[in-house]
């Protein structure tokens, strides 16, 4: 460097300095360290036990064991959902919890997978759509009108469920017998219901568009591969994909509202998929039995194995994404998953994890 560049660059402001070096502060305080807007993390073990994390390393218990798994946990804005027998609610951040809703999915569950474990402990039987501020969940009302096997409230859990009947009467022509288990909502602003076993699927756009069915091109139901198979709906932008828990017909993606369906290669043979998420719509991932952690190639439309950081013979039960907000505007995202080896943590879109916290959870959120 010649002395009159020195020369420039010693008479450069802090200010000029920390904007070169991307640094943001406001009296001495660097806002890329400070977080605005943090994320609370709630997680669950076999026995029953809900904890809450703010960092994905350490927790606090916040209901204590019962003896009975959670089966899905979420968020309607401030209030806390559980479903375990029936579905909780908790208005104080977990310290209590009382009914919310007694007819949650009973009549078949559990279910037993194909290497003879639990898989319908479901993490996309309940979903708060925040857009439409309405939640809604696997339903076995038992009334004659509960049509679609789906409840609806708009009240954050509180103040009774409502049975699910707003559907297009001329399109639906299927009626009974639907059984949904599981919702994904698209980012174009799609919900989908789908029936794990049934394989009856129904979509709707926004509110108060009435529910329609998904069919084959001939009329009928999906066309997803038959046999023993129960299926679980997730998504990947506005692409909607059907994952196998109980482990023999792997995954399927559909671009067309569910009329036709494509299988997706590189799946592992005869293993069950537990569950699927795509964190920030910017990878899918999808958990499976005893094989660990998949995620999808939207390029070649195949499933990866990632291992960097994780266990072998992992089971991965439940997946969630969280971010922190500084005051300098930036974001740090983060991904989790619960196993039975326990949560595990990635701060780069799951390419590298981190066991952080040990134990042997089933949901997260």
């Known amino acids: 460097m010649s002395k009159i560049n020195l020369f420039k660059a010693l008479l450069l402001t802090p200010v000029a300095l920390a904007g070169m070096f991307g640094c943001k502060k406001t009296n001495n305080i660097n806002n890329d360290q400070v977080i605005q807007t943090p994320y ?9 036990t809900l904890y809450n994390s703010t960092d994905g390393k350490t927790s606090k218990v916040i209901f204590a064991a019962d003896g009975v798994s959670q089966r899905c946990v979420f968020a309607m804005n401030n209030n806390i959902l559980m479903a375990k027998s029936a579905l909780y609610v ?11 809703y007694r007819t949650v999915d009973l009549a078949t569950y559990p279910r037993v997978n194909i290497r003879g474990r639990y898989f319908d402990m479901n993490q996309s039987m309940g979903i708060f759509v925040q857009s439409w501020n309405h939640g809604y969940i696997a339903s076995r ?11 609806w409230n708009e009240q954050d859990g509180l103040n009774g469920w409502v049975p699910e009947q707003y559907y297009d009467s001329v ?12 919702f994904t909502f698209t980012q174009g602003g799609t919900l989908f219901a789908l029936g794990g076993s049934s394989k009856r699927g129904f979509y ?13 091109p001939n009329g009928d139901t999906l ?12 998504h990947i932008n506005n692409r909607i994909i059907a994952i196998d828990n109980y482990g023999s017909a792997g995954a399927s993606y559909s671009d067309d509202l569910g009329t036709t369906w494509q299988p997706y290669a590189g799946v592992p043979a005869n293993i069950p998929l537990t569950c699927i998420s795509s964190p920030f719509e910017q990878i899918c991932l999808v958990g499976t039995d005893s094989m660990g952690l998949y995620t ?5 439309n195949s499933f990866e194995q990632v291992s960097n950081g994780l266990g072998t013979n992992l089971v991965v039960r439940s997946i969630a994404s969280k971010e922190n907000v500084f005051k300098s505007g930036k974001k740090q995202q983060y991904v989790y998953i619960a196993t039975n080896q326990g949560i595990y943590q990635s701060a780069d879109l799951g390419h590298n994890w981190t066991k952080t916290i040990p134990g042997n959870f089933v949901s997260i959120y």
């Open 90 to 100: 908790s208005t104080n951040n977990g310290v209590n919890f009382n009914y919310s």
């Open 141 to 151: 009302e038992p009334i004659a009108s509960s049509y679609l096997g789906i409840a």
């Open 296 to 300: 999808i190639n939207n390029n070649t």
């Open 171 to 182: 399109q639906v022509v299927h009626l009974g017998s639907a059984f949904i288990s599981s």
């Open 223 to 234: 066309d997803l591969p038959g046999g023993s198979t129960f299926y679980s709906l997730g």
């Open 204 to 216: 709707r756009t926004s509110l108060p568009v009435r529910w329609k069915e998904m069919l084959s």
């Open 40 to 48: 609370s993390l709630y997680f669950t073990d076999t026995a029953g």
